[in-house]
Every structure is written in C-alpha cells, then in structure tokens.
C-alpha cells in the first residue's frame, strides 16, 4: 500500500497538505466541482447504459460487457492513486479540464468506433480522464469545505451520482433511438465541463497562492501506523463490499429486468434510472449525517443495514424490485462519504492519496467485479448474480475494527 505517513514538512511541501480551511463554505465552488463531478460521471455512466445496444450491433458475449467495464474502471483504478499521491506533493489546479478532454475524446472514440478493440480503447480515455479529475476535485472540495468535510464530500460526491443516474435515462431517450453516433451530442457536455473546471483550477490555484502565507501545523491523531495501517485496509474491503453489489446492478440490472419479467430496454433503463438517484439521495444524506452523528456510525447503519434488503431482492415481484432499489441505493450509498471522511481524518494532508485510492479502489473493484460477474453470468444467468451479491453487505461486520472517537482525538 501507499506511503499513508503525514507528508513531511519542507520546501518542496505543498501548501495542499497544511492549509487550514477556509472561515466559511465556498458553495460557488463546491457546485463547480459538483456539476464537473456530474458530467463526468454521465460519461462514465453512459457506456454501462448502452450495453445492451452494443451486444446487439457488435455480437458482444457477457464477458466481453464485463471487460468494457474493467477497462475504464481498471484504468481509473490504477492511475487514481498515484494520481493522488503526486499531487499532494505538487498540486496541478488544471489537470480538472485536462481529465475533462480526455473523457470527451473517449466519447468520440465509442460514438465512431467500427470494432471491438476501438470501443475497449475509448472505454479507458474516459478511465483516464476519471483518474486525473477525482483527486483534485476531491481536494478542492476539502479545501471549500469550511470545516464542514461530510457535508462537502457529500455535495461533491452527489454531483457524480446525479450523473451516473441521468447516463442510463440519456441513453434511453437519446442514444437508443437514435443510435450510437448520438453519443456525439454529450461531447457539448463534455466542452461545458472543460469551462466549468477551469473557473474552478483558477480559483484552486489562487487560493494555494493565498495560502502559502499562512501554513500551520496538521492535527494529528494517536494512532499508530500500523492501526491507520489496519483501519485503511478494513474501509477498502467495506468499499469493496459496497461496489461489488452495485457493479451488479450498473452492468446487469437491465439484463436482469427484461429476462426475468420481460420489460422493454427503455422500461429497464428507467428501473436502473431509479436505483441510481436512490443512490444519489443516499450520497447527499450520507456526509451530513457523518458529520452529526461521526462517519462510523453511518458506516454501520449503511454496510450492514442494508444486508436484508439485497436478500430479499432476487426473490421479489416487480413492484418489490423497484422499492427494495431505492431502499437498498439509499442506505448503501450513504456510506462512501463517511468512508472518505474518516480515512481523510486518518491520514492527515494526504487528501489526494486517499481520494485516488478510494475512488479509485470504487472504480477498480467495481471494474473487477463486472467483468467476474459477466462470466458467473453467462454460466448461471443474470438472476444468479443477484442471489450470489446479495450476501456482500455481510462484511460490513469488518467495521468493529476501525478506531473509535476516543482513539481519534488529535493533538
């Protein structure tokens, strides 16, 4: 695992790991971050929409859906951390447009793509640009936060849920219809983001500037490495846990839906339209709740509680599906906030690290877990996966480990 030491104090340190912040929340700044958050997260989103329209045009297997999957997400995986880790040393205000670009040439890359490999190839330019965006982003988010670091995460991490809510309904009304080359139209989406993030590394960067004057010391906690060291690795497997399950349903949901009772595609990307805002309204509960009640309650409550839920779901009616969804995207969405939070209070001044490795950790896990689930799939079936996921929210009980606020007192 990375270097999760405090960076030390020196020349070359980067005002990003010290800066108090700022006396009051800087919401202008957070909806910049939030809106760029959500046109990434469209992107990203829109190529899980469109699956099943590219099985049908390419012959695609389930594990060749699967493999899609693992190569944006892979990429983001791998890159996210070292990502994090570079800029927490040397911030880079305008990577956010920079990562932008890229996921608008990936766009073009699926709209026009004529085989296989070209698909695979535009799936990891959006990767990319999700690895150099979240980081950053989740840095200024941090630093326009205000001290209110739930509340702030939440807003920020909203943006991208509200995205990958509106990738499936786009598609639906967009690209089914009117075929791939209509992926070309999110490209001014794309070119708004670039503007927005833009606005938002000038505002970053002059705000590292202010603060170079003003450098304190980080709080600091009394845990050792080796706790922090337990703690970060007990949060990567309750991430892991969380985007297993809901891999499944990105990838798979609609399949599920139009095998099992026999919907439309449209009539499927409505279904997964509304598990993904359930999700939303979970992301946006979930950081506000952290910061009242402490992340690791709201852990608790989003890991485990939502066991029952994912069990009963693979035996429900159609009516049943729909609400089990939206209870079980609420309650398990809640948790990344708090998640984030809590590991960024853990290692303090290593915000991008953390950032890379757990949106990162999202992306890759999920990534992996599409691609396993594809094969399970085209063995078992679609309704197999979801009797097989069901029991992921049981390593929840892995939260007994994570320090208590006794334990996390700074100094």
């Not at 994090?84 to 709209?111: C, F, H, Q």
């Not at 989406?189 to 000038?202: C, D, F, K, Q, S």
């Not at 035996?315 to 906030?337: E, K, Q, Y």
């Not at 896990?365 to 691609?371: E, F, L, N, S, Y």
Request: with cysteine; net charge positive.
């Amino acid at each position: 695992m990375s270097d999760l030491s405090p960076p030390a104090a020196s020349e070359d340190a980067p005002p990003a790991a010290v800066t108090p912040p700022p006396e009051k929340t800087t919401w202008l700044i957070l909806a910049g971050v939030s809106l760029g958050h959500m046109f990434n997260d469209v992107m990203q989103s829109l190529l899980a929409a469109i699956y099943p329209l590219l099985k049908a045009e390419f012959a695609l297997k389930f594990w060749q859906i699967g493999f899609l999957t693992l190569a944006f997400q892979g990429t983001a995986s791998l890159l996210q951390p070292a990502v994090g880790a570079v800029t927490d040393r040397r911030p880079m205000p305008m990577s956010l447009p920079i990562g932008m670009g890229s996921s608008l040439i990936g766009l073009v890359a699926l709209s026009q793509a004529a085989s296989y490999p070209m698909l695979v190839f535009g799936a990891m330019l959006i990767g990319f640009g999700s690895a150099v965006f979240h980081p950053e982003a989740s840095r200024v988010a941090r630093l326009a936060s205000g001290g209110r670091y739930g509340t702030a995460q939440s807003f920020f991490q909203v943006g991208g849920n509200a995205g990958t809510a509106l990738g499936p309904l786009l598609a639906a009304f967009i690209v089914v219809p009117n075929g791939r080359g209509s992926i070309l139209w999110f490209t001014v989406m794309a070119m708004v983001g670039i503007l927005v993030l833009t606005r938002v590394g000038r505002w970053y960067g002059a705000y590292m500037r202010a603060s170079a004057a003003r450098r304190r010391p980080l709080p600091m906690h009394n845990l050792s490495r080796e706790r922090v060291r337990l703690a970060i690795v007990v949060l990567a497997l309750l991430t892991f846990s969380k985007n297993i399950y809901t891999a499944s349903i990105t990838s798979y949901y609609t399949f599920f839906l139009i095998d099992r009772f026999d919907l439309s595609q449209q009539q499927s990307q409505l279904m997964l339209f509304v598990f993904l805002a359930a999700m939303a309204v979970g992301v946006l509960l979930g950081g506000p709740l952290g910061d009242r009640f402490r992340p690791i309650t709201v852990i608790w409550i989003s890991i485990l509680g939502v066991l029952p839920f994912t069990l009963m779901l693979p035996h429900a009616g159609l009516v049943g599906t729909g609400v089990l969804t939206v209870v079980i995207g609420i309650v398990i969405a809640s948790a990344f906030p708090a998640i984030v939070v809590f590991a960024q209070e853990l290692v303090p001044g290593r915000v991008g690290l953390i950032a890379g490795i757990f949106f990162g950790f999202a992306f890759g896990m999920g990534g992996i877990a599409a691609a396993v689930l594809g094969v399970i799939a085209d063995r078992n079936g679609v309704a197999y996966v979801y009797q097989l996921c069901a029991w992921m929210p049981a390593i929840g009980l892995l939260t007994i480990f994570l320090p208590r606020d006794a334990e996390m007192r700074t100094r």
